[in-house]
């Protein structure tokens, strides 16, 4: 799978994963809320309430309950549409309740948001949108038609216009300010899930590769010799055969195919040998490793060389990670795709620090997304422009994300920028990633290259 089929999830879709028994759990709650309101307004507190009317509501959530209860299996997942009746019921139930017992002179007024919050939390914009809208409605409807709040004693239970005025403005803003917050937080928690199961993926498929390489360049090591040994006998077979034309063509295919065996062997094992080698390699080579596969992709990227012959002698030999390789790639990839010509690539060292510089003289990141570089499925507002220039790239921030998240899992620090105002280096005026690890988080040690090597694991049946 790759970075431009991953899509987040839509709410539309999360809502369909909702449990039936889950619903039905919290209307028991809401339920026995209502019915202890009840019984403790009027036993208690000696309120005069429509008790028939006030059961009946109560009854008809029992009712739904039970029929949903004993027709539907536990495990049921509600769709979009069930969902949105079912909590459209809930602030219906809600509504009527607080119209027989003073509307918004009733403190409980603000269980409206109980419905509004579940939708702005698990279901789609559009059916967030219809429960708002609704909420807003019976809100406006009970600050003016109610039954009146009365106790045994005949006495009138009313607070004045003006409070039942900043009643509804409070409970109108706090219907859309819920909403949004609840949804807002929802989303970014959704959207991070999703990228982090992208980030997962494309790590597995890494190592996958990883692994695959290493088998196949074993396998090519192995077989080397007896297909040595086919092609030596064979050709002589094929000298002692020039008296017989037909036996000598069936040696010189067995030649030919040996031969085409071997090539191939040699294409699927450039990866390397299943040894040490493939868990750790000197920096430029991981870095090599990373860049090969966008070097033919009509952009020049130049890998810069240390000149200090004596420093590059202590060139680090890192741990082999994939997702330092899928994440520089992915850097590199982002860098190939929006340069105008070049890409380069500087690697450095120090005694204490390990860092990669990854420039282009492309456009540079915009301005008002510099910032936010690296969070997940980003929207950028000039995304038609780019789509424009583009059209192939989808501007979800999904690849960058990704490379950040698998970098800093191996221990290190991300830096974006931009190098417009670089004055030695004009021509690096694009964008600026530079990658930065603790030395020791990365080196294998200090080791002499042979005694990292080790010898070679034999492939045993």
């Known amino acids: 799978m790759t970075q431009a089929t991953i899509r987040p999830l839509t709410g539309r879709t999360r809502a369909n994963w909702i449990r039936l028994r889950t619903m039905i759990v919290l209307r028991w709650v809401a339920i026995a809320g209502q019915l202890t309101a009840i019984s403790v307004a009027q036993l208690i507190y000696g309120m005069q309430l429509e008790l028939g009317l006030c059961y009946l509501a109560v009854g008809a ?23 949105l009746w079912m909590i459209s019921f809930d602030l219906f139930q809600i509504a009527f309740l607080l119209f027989l017992t003073g509307g918004l002179n009733n403190p409980f007024a603000l269980l409206l948001l109980g419905p509004v919050t579940i939708s702005a939390t698990a279901l789609s914009l559009r059916s967030t949108l219809v429960l708002c809208s609704t909420a807003i409605v019976l809100v406006t409807l009970l600050s003016v038609y109610h039954l009146p709040l009365m106790t045994l004693d005949g006495e009138l239970l009313k607070i004045p216009r003006l409070f039942i005025f900043g009643q509804w403005t409070a409970l109108v803003i706090a219907i859309v300010f819920t909403s949004a917050y609840s949804r807002r937080v929802t989303t970014e928690v ?64 067995i030649r030919d195919q040996a031969d085409r065996c071997r090539d191939i062997l040699r294409d699927m094992g450039r990866a390397g040998k299943d040894d040490l080698h493939m868990h750790h390699a000197p920096l ?116 960058l994300f990704i490379a950040k998240t698998l970098l800093e899992r191996s221990g290190a620090v991300l830096r974006f920028a931009n190098g417009r105002d670089r004055v030695a280096e004009p021509a690096r005026k694009g964008a600026v990633i530079e990658v930065v690890w603790p030395r020791d988080k990365l080196q294998v040690g200090t080791q002499t290259e042979a005694e990292l090597v080790g010898p070679n694991q034999k492939i045993t049946a």
């Open 284 to 399: 430029e080579t991981m870095v090599l490793e990373a860049a090969e596969p966008h070097m033919d992709r009509g952009k020049k990227v130049v890998l810069a060389q240390l000149p200090d012959d004596i420093h590059r002698k202590s060139q680090p030999t890192i741990l082999r990670q994939p997702e330092i390789i899928h994440g520089l790639r992915n850097l590199i990839q982002n860098a190939v795709d929006f340069a105008d010509s070049t890409v380069w690539i500087e690697t450095n060292w120090s005694n204490t620090n390990i860092s990669i510089r990854i420039m282009d003289d492309g456009s540079g990141f915009p301005a008002h997304i510099l910032g936010r570089i690296g969070d997940p499925f980003m929207k950028d507002r000039s995304r038609a422009r780019a789509s424009a220039a583009r059209p192939e790239y989808e501007g979800m921030g999904l690849g």
């Open 190 to 253: 959704h959207s991070m899930g999703d990228a982090l199961s992208a980030t997962q993926m494309a790590l597995a498929r890494e190592q996958k590769l990883t692994d695959l390489g290493g088998v196949v360049a074993a396998a090519a090591h192995e077989l080397g010799t007896p297909l040595a040994t086919i092609k030596l006998a064979s050709t002589e077979l094929l000298n002692d055969l020039k008296h017989n034309p037909e036996l000598a063509e069936d040696a010189a295919l």
């Open 61 to 83: 959530s029992v009712i739904a309950n039970l029929i949903a209860s004993f027709i539907f299996p536990e495990n049921k997942r509600l769709s979009e549409f069930e969902n």
